[in-house]
């Protein structure tokens, strides 16, 4: 039996022990070859497994989709990392938002490429912002990151 004050921590989820936030970024940059694409992916998740940061990771030749779960502090270096890495022409953040609970423990990041059809969720988020629409394309990317 739990106390009206005990924390219910659902399966698969984990309890905070610091204030998390969750950040779904939109990135773009110069089409980079598979080679040079796969250097920055390795280069990418070991920053984040290094920062003991979890979520998914969705990128193609050009753009880059990102979850990103942590705590406040951290989530917020690896944005400014983020923003200052010449790589990327663009990162606009679609959603900040505070968490209660985990659900990408540190060091946990799916990561997915994305081409073919698994690029048209990415093709209508960039048509949705294009339209100023930022609410629809965080709708869009949150449904294709965490089917």
Known sequence: MTSSNSPIVSAGATAPTA?????????????LS???????????????????????YAI???HGVQLIE????????FLDETHADPQWSTVVVLIEERLLLRWFPAGVTR???LSGDLAAPYRAALDA????????AA???TEALVD
């Open 60 to 62: 193609s030749e050009a």
């Open 111 to 113: 990561l997915r490429f």
């Open 129 to 136: 912002l294009a339209c100023g629409d930022r609410q629809r």
């Open 19 to 31: 204030p998390l936030i969750s950040l779904l970024l939109l990135a773009t940059r110069a089409p």
């Open 70 to 77: 942590g705590p406040r502090d951290t989530v917020m270096e």
């Open 34 to 56: 598979v080679e040079r694409a796969a250097a920055a992916v390795d280069a990418c998740m070991h920053r984040r497994d290094a920062l003991g940061l979890g979520g998914v």
């Open 139 to 141: 709708v869009v990317l």
